[in-house]
């Protein structure tokens, strides 16, 4: 009878093991599913920005549009093809670029900060998602203040290069980013980066006046994990980049930039 328990025993452990292990088989493939949909999708996207008129749209995108966007006039060498873009998703406001990184990405602005943490630029649902401005702030960049999330993923995609910028080291051989919007170029000097609490506001979208404002950059610049000699004038526009960080639950990291008309 006791051996026969000890022999039950055994095997249902043994079933768990093997439930166990198809349940983190079947999670790891599915992750790797994920990954692999959201990479493709964005070299396409990368592919057909830079070369519209000789590629048709990603097959993930909707076909409405998709003529028009390729027999639409050519951008300039280099520039982000907004109508096109904007054509196979009107939600497009900007294109941001870090040199020798995985950060090569169209931004969005949806209807709240929901749906793009779970949806790719081309609407699919994917994990990875894309990078977004906060909705209430101007997707155009015209405010003191704009923020874009984007999700940390573990294979590097995204705003996972963001958390390198707690080394000095790293920040100093990527001060910069490249912003371009419909409206024009821009360089993003990068100035500050803070480990936060995503449960409270440290995010300032609004400020009382000039010197409300000069308080919040001295605050972010001494908070920093990195030290930059980038000044912020009173009517200077930034833009921060908002990922999660591991210290603790909800972190965030938080990569704090200046925007400046790139040279013709």
């Excluded at 051996?3 to 249902?12: A, D, E, F, I, K």
């Excluded at 300039?76 to 950060?103: C, H, M, Q, Y």
């Amino acid at each position: 009878m006791k051996r026969s328990r000890v022999q039950r025993n055994l095997l249902l452990l043994t079933g768990l093991c093997i439930v166990g292990i198809v349940c983190s088989a079947y999670m790891f493939l599915s992750a790797d599913r994920e990954y692999t949909q959201g990479d493709t999708a964005y070299d396409q996207i990368r592919a057909y920005n830079k070369t519209p008129k000789q590629m048709s749209a990603p097959a993930s995108l909707p076909a409405s549009g998709q003529e028009e966007a390729v027999n639409g006039g050519e951008p300039a060498e280099g520039a982000v093809d907004f109508a096109a873009l904007s054509d196979l998703n009107p939600d497009t406001v900007a294109w941001l670029k870090s040199d020798n990184t995985a950060i090569d990405y169209p931004v969005v602005q949806g209807q709240d900060n929901a749906y793009y943490l779970g949806h790719l630029f081309t609407g699919e649902a994917n994990r990875m998602g894309s990078l977004f401005v906060d909705y209430r702030t101007p997707g155009d960049f015209s405010g003191r203040m704009t923020i874009i999330y984007g999700h940390h993923m573990n294979n590097g995609s995204m705003f996972a290069s963001l958390l390198k910028y707690k080394e000095q080291k790293y920040y100093d051989a990527h001060k910069q980013m490249q912003v371009e919007t419909p409206s024009g170029r821009y360089t993003l000097e990068l100035f500050a980066g803070i480990i936060a609490d995503g449960k409270e506001e440290f995010l300032r979208r609004d400020f009382d006046d000039n010197d409300d404002y000069a308080a919040y950059i001295h605050s972010l610049a001494e908070a920093s994990t990195f030290r930059s000699d980038v000044t912020v004038a009173a009517d200077a526009r930034i833009v921060a980049l908002v990922t999660c960080s591991y210290e603790y639950t909800n972190a965030r990291y938080a990569l704090f930039g200046k925007l400046v008309h790139a040279a013709a």
